[in-house]
């Protein structure tokens, strides 16, 4: 009948009060007990005494108890922290104790009331061991009626025997809605293999193994390990995946709520986990110093990178901060995020940057000091068979706002370009490079510090192929890749959003900004990973296609053109390109004639950007055929250049 209540009672919380009724009960039985053990486990003691001095013993325990809090706590979920609440409680009860002892022995309020320091001794012990042992037996009770009424579903390996993987065992222990059995620690420290903490077993993490985790019926491996750098996660995540199993991670601890780790938060390890990169220790009052009481103005300021540039701005004290973009529904959704953020220092304007009276109308209205330029084009493919399109919008766009930051005397110009600008084999690329080069030229007037930035691959950006693998893989696949040995660098939105802020703080005009992407990728391992973190295999589950390179697609982007090099900085993963000299005049008087010839949807505009770009080779394109190699003659020196035919 008691278990069938219990059983029956389970899923309720017992009231504060009827567990602070029960301290103080166990508390009075605590006293009798500390007499009996006193007087040699028998009753040679004057019981009448007893009966006066049991009611102010309750009374005494029901104020400390109320003081210090310990009954609030859930019995079932008894903790260090509730044993250390009840040790407190218990020290503040015998302090109590002995001041009402020698205040009575002064005045004489009660005959007859005398308790013995050795009872106020023996009673504290035996209070707290029956109080602290009253709670463990109640949260016993309940587990084991919790695991009679939820079968384990699942057996879980934790990765780190340490702090973290405490904290994660509690959580998964605790959680009552999916139980599952934590079966053993795993960690690369020696020194833990063997022990145990809390009666689990820590092994070391050689000696899992195919059989280890079909012997132990292991469905899950939980990484909990703080602050990891990310390519020894992925070392260690990659060599997990080539079990049965899935792979799980804990958040970071300040993404726990309320600095408490549930178990709904332990998500299955994602692609950009393994990819993601430490974090830059940007020196941020050197930005804080260049934005202060500044109004900025932010192109392309709803997409990938431009929204987070417009993220981190707000962070610091500005004057005003202006977001141009033509897409009106990103642009909307950006403005009601950073209202709700509490950020209201800004202006939204829905503006083209092709349309030079619109952005002149607002250079005169808003009088930028800085503007951070990251409106582009992008796709490879699709630029590729849209040329008009990308030099409209990366060269032809980019020249009006350079043109108009001068006339309107802003103070620096932050443009942001890419890798494919360098030694381009598409159309997209070329325009990029073309941009950099007019970027060049502008800065040789003088007027406007002009700076440029050179990212590879974004993580999560619109269009990128780590979202199109997710999308393939939700759908059954095959994931489709272009080539087997195809190769990428990538790097966080924050991350590359940082830099650019940096340059422009840095940079005093004239540089081409290099970061250090680190090693690069190969996309068709990305992709197997992906398969295989889905809790999938390849191929028997998901194959992958291979279609070919897409038009202008390289197999490897590189962040440094022939010829140039590069220069250190303050920080040691930012550089600073040498780029080749130009002549200026020559290449601002062809830009010019790209621009003019553009608007006439000329068919001629490829084979000028190869005149102007002697380094851009199509490949896998309709273009291929505009390439011609004429050996010509620069100075007394002979060079190898790419002329259209």
Not at 30 to 42: D, E
Not at 184 to 199: V, W
Not at 465 to 480: A, D, M, S
Not at 509 to 516: K, P
Request: hydrophobic share 40%; with cysteine.
């Amino acid at each position: 009948m008691i278990q069938k209540y219990i059983s029956h009672n389970a899923s309720r919380y017992a009231s504060k009060w009827l567990v602070l009724a029960i301290d103080v009960v166990s508390a009075c039985i605590a006293f009798f007990l500390s007499y009996f053990i006193r007087f040699n486990l028998s009753f040679n003691f004057d019981v009448e005494k007893l009966y006066v001095q049991l009611p102010v013993v309750a009374v005494i325990s029901l104020i400390s108890f109320l003081i210090v809090g310990s009954y609030k706590g859930v019995v079932r979920h008894t903790g260090v922290r509730d044993v250390y609440n009840i040790f407190n409680a218990i020290c503040l009860s015998s302090i109590l104790m002995i001041t009402v002892v020698l205040i009575n022995k002064e005045f004489g309020f009660f005959e007859n009331f005398t308790i013995f320091l050795g009872i106020i001794v023996i009673h504290s012990l035996l209070a707290f061991i029956v109080l602290t042992a009253s709670r463990y037996v109640f949260k016993a009770i309940y587990e084991n009626q919790l695991n009679q009424k939820l079968k384990v579903n699942k057996n879980v390996l934790i990765y780190g025997a340490g702090e973290s993987g405490i904290l994660t065992h509690n959580a998964l222990t605790n959680h009552s809605k999916n139980r599952s059995r934590v079966v053993g620690y795993m960690d690369g420290d020696s020194q833990k293999a063997g022990k145990k903490i809390n009666g689990v077993n820590v092994f070391h993490k050689d000696a899992i193994t195919g059989d280890f985790i079909k012997k132990h019926n292991i469905s899950e491996i939980i990484f909990s390990i703080q602050n990891i750098d990310p390519k020894k996660l992925r070392v260690l995540v990659e060599g997990m995946v080539e079990f049965d199993v899935q792979v799980k991670i804990v958040p970071p601890v300040e993404d726990w709520i309320n600095g408490e780790l549930r178990a709904s938060q332990i998500k299955q390890v994602q692609i950009e986990d393994l990819l993601d990169r430490a974090p830059i220790n940007i020196k941020n009052e050197k930005i804080e110093m260049q934005l202060k009481n500044k109004v900025i103005l932010v192109t392309g300021g709803a997409g990938s990178i431009g929204s987070e540039i417009v993220r981190q701005i707000c962070s610091y004290d500005y004057k005003g901060l202006i977001i141009v973009d033509q897409a009106e529904s990103a642009l909307y959704d950006l403005q009601q995020e950073l209202k709700q953020n509490g950020f209201h220092n800004f202006i939204p304007l829905v503006a083209d940057i092709r349309d030079k009276n619109r952005l002149n109308a607002i250079f005169q209205d808003h009088k930028p000091n800085i503007v951070f330029h990251a409106a582009a084009y992008k796709h490879v493919p699709l630029m590729e068979h849209n040329s008009y399109e990308a030099i409209k919008v990366n060269v032809a766009g980019t020249k009006t706002v350079a043109d108009l930051s001068v006339n309107h005397m802003v103070e620096k110009f932050v443009f942001v370009s890419t890798d494919k600008a360098v030694n381009p084999t598409n159309v997209m690329g070329a325009s990029k490079r073309i941009a950099e080069m007019y970027i060049s030229c502008m800065e040789q007037q003088k007027k406007t510090k002009f700076i440029t930035t050179r990212f590879g691959n974004v993580l999560g950006s619109n269009g990128s192929v780590i979202p199109l693998f997710r999308k393939q893989i939700e759908k059954g696949g095959p994931l489709t890749l272009t080539h087997k040995e195809v190769t990428r660098y990538f790097m966080t939105i924050p991350e590359a959003s940082q830099l650019v802020l940096e340059a422009g703080a840095m940079g005093e005009g004239g540089e081409i900004f290099i970061f250090d992407m680190g090693e690069s990728i190969k996309i068709f391992d990305l992709a197997k990973n992906m398969i295989k973190l889905s809790g999938l295999n390849y191929p028997d589950d998901i194959d992958i296609k291979i279609t070919g390179l897409r038009p202008g697609e390289k197999l490897y982007e590189e962040l440094l053109a022939n010829g140039e090099n590069t220069l250190p900085t303050y920080h040691k993963k930012i550089k600073i390109s040498k780029v080749r000299e130009l002549d200026y005049a020559d290449v601002r008087s062809k830009i010019d004639e790209l621009c003019i010839t553009n608007m006439f949807f000329s068919e001629n505009t490829v084979k000028l950007m190869k005149v102007i770009v002697p380094e851009f080779v199509s490949k896998n394109s309709e273009f291929c055929s505009l390439d011609i190699k004429e050996q010509t003659k620069v100075g007394d020196k002979a060079s190898l250049k790419v002329v259209g035919s």
